[in-house]
């Protein structure tokens, strides 16, 4: 058996050596977590304010999800989508219960929920019209990397080289009503939307953007897809994002936090496209894996019975309170958004430097679409463990003001 416990300390040579170039890594070599902190092998340890990009919504070792793992290991780790599964119809039940809307799909990934939601509203508009294909997202959005994922991710950094990219997709520009006029039809099989976008550097979607798009899917009959992939399960202090307005999305992608840690993603659809995918036109070997599912429907009932999503909203609450502080203190501060636990600050310049002085004062914060300091703190954040994080910015800014 490989001896993980004695491995030499990890380099960014060796990195460099035995992985394709595709991850900018922190020269940290993790040993473990606990709480809200990670443990290096050099004996440091970090307070954790990205959640493994928004994965660890309950930190690090949450007992629950722990014994669910464990109990649910135990039976069996894989049986595949041939047989019934308690866990698997547990957390479909729960993701219906939730949301109000009617079915479930599970898959393993974000960007493979996304391509899940692409075929079923391209399946569902095909039966409407032959002409009915174009699918749309916004600018300046995240949708992950796949090859139908990464047509919708409207960032030309990520296309470069890749092209040609799926046919019949396009980008309406975020929060513009013209732009969205001017672009759906009755050719428009869905739009793609994050509610708040957050790779993007944490912009909520407008309410007259939104008001707007359901008027104009009433007229055209298209869908919409809700990603939330990152904003979702309880991050916005609502179990999802679209839930902070007034709309009701057809589809709904769901993965990052969803499996406790494990990789877990699902679309959840309404009553609309509820019977378009039949036996045999989509599947995945590892989709809605039993440990996966156990460990999300511990995730949920955590959330629930800790009340997570009002902690959410007091710790994020909190945090904006005290950021907005800082930025009347230091004019490199120019906004500071915050929705729950979702949280960008941007800066005159780049944010990179910030993060990296950030981590040398023991604190992981992530710099983003340029610009923006990015925060996506557990839900179990504590008052104390938000003070650290605006305790440890108040120094960098201060202290690069005094260096002038
Ligand atoms: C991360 C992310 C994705 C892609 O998820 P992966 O699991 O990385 O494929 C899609 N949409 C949003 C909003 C995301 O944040």
Redesign the pocket.
Known sequence: MPDLEKSEPLTIEKENEIFFGTYARLPLHVTHGEGLYLYTSDGKKYLDMISG??VNALGYGNERVLHAIQTQSAKFIHTSNLFMIDSQFQLAEKLIQVSGLSKVFFA???????EAAMKLSRKWASSRSSEKRKIYSLTN??????YG?VSL?AKPKYHEGFEPLVPETGYIEFNNIEDLENKVSGKTAAVFV?FV???GGIFPVSKAFLEKLDELRSQYDFLVVA?????GCGRTGKFFSYMNYDFAPDIV?V??PLGGGL?L?AIIGNEKVATVLTKGSHGTTFGGNPVACAAGLALIEEIEEKGLLENSLKIGAYLKSQFDELKAKYSQIEEVRQIGLMIGISVKGESSPYVQKALQKGVILNATSGNVIRLLPPLTTTEQEAQLVVAVLDEIFAEENAAG
């Open positions: 990009i928004g393993n990934s974000g960007t493979e929920a996304i959005s995240f949708h992950g990397r796949t994922a991710t994050e976008q957050g790779e990603d939330e992939i990152q904003a992608t993965a990052k990789p993603a």
